[in-house]
């Protein structure tokens, strides 16, 4: 083993990682190479020395009983939450959008024949323009759907719930 | 994976409230010690570790024993931590900043008392990139070798080597020269 395989493989060397014949090249490469030596001494020494301080700066931080009894209601109350909880099907995600697409379609016809071609209407004479044949209703639907994308990084799933909004207008000619 | 914890978790697949507790007295005060040192934030930490044991109690079915099941939770947590640090990248960029603009008008003192001293390492994890302050933590609190390391993260073996060399340099400019990393032996970089 030279000094640059050494390098290489001195975070494993520590870790007493390697396979037992690398184990012994660097065993015996280290007892040639006081620069090889330094360079294991400096980061046993490194390791040493964020260890302490690591486990210095977090050594109040603790649970104490009542936290911990706390936690353990709640992990068991959003468990049993999540459990109760009837899975969200894909079409049910649209039943919402649709339903207030539909209560907007109503509501613009029923403005339609209450204001435009309602007759006695008092406001038909005060909203509407001077007469002609056709009248236009513009009808403006928004909603909003969620999506859920996911990828994947090593063991690890990384996910985000989305929130697109769609926007749809349309128009209704009304023919007196 | 150790007999007890054979026994914690067939009683956590068997939906055991009692083991909740036990999982949470035994793994509870180090992952709560992790997570405050990977988003630097106590109160933020406990949420996070709270969502880690919801969810490793909602996927304990997967568990295989492959890793430890402090490992697991661990991953588990570094996950949470990960989408924690996404959602709140506006403050705690503010909060940096409010924080640089203090320190350059406190006169810093000669010698750094232990409060003080987890304050400096605090702020100077909080500056490191996510990936950088994730590897210290995890091989330096964490005691974890090179492969598993690079299993935990997902990365290979010269990716955590890689991050390891540079966050230790950038944790060198960070820290005050009375947090010598290297102690009295000397701070110069070796080639």
Known sequence: MNCEQLRENLYDY????LLPSEQAAAERHLAGC??????????SQLAQSLSRRFEQAVETVALDPVTRRGMAAAVERKVAGSRERPPVLFWRRLALPFAAAAVMLMAAIWMRHHFVAGPNSHLETARLPAPSDNHEVRIHVSYSVPGYIFR?????????LTCNTLVADGALLVNN | MGMDEAKLVAALKGRDSAAIEALIETHGNRLLRSAT????????????VQDAF???FRSVHRFRGQASLYTWLHSILLNLTRHHRRDSQRLVYDNEL???????????????DFESAAAELARALRQLSDSHR????LRYYEHMKIHELARHLGVSKGTVKSRLHYAIREMQKILPSEMNLFGAGGTKEMA
């Open chain 1, 14 to 17: 520590l870790d007493g990682s």
């Open chain 2, 98 to 112: 409010a924080a640089r603009e203090v320190s350059v008008l406190e006169e810093r003192p000669s010698a750094l």
């Open chain 1, 152 to 160: 994947k990084e090593g063991n690890l799933v990384i996910d985000a």
């Open chain 2, 37 to 48: 040192l990977l988003c630097g934030d106590e109160t933020n930490a406990q949420d996070l």
């Open chain 2, 54 to 56: 919801v969810e490793a």
């Open chain 2, 134 to 137: 994730e590897v210290l933590v």
């Open chain 1, 34 to 43: 006081l620069v090889c030596r330094e360079a294991v001494r400096r980061e």
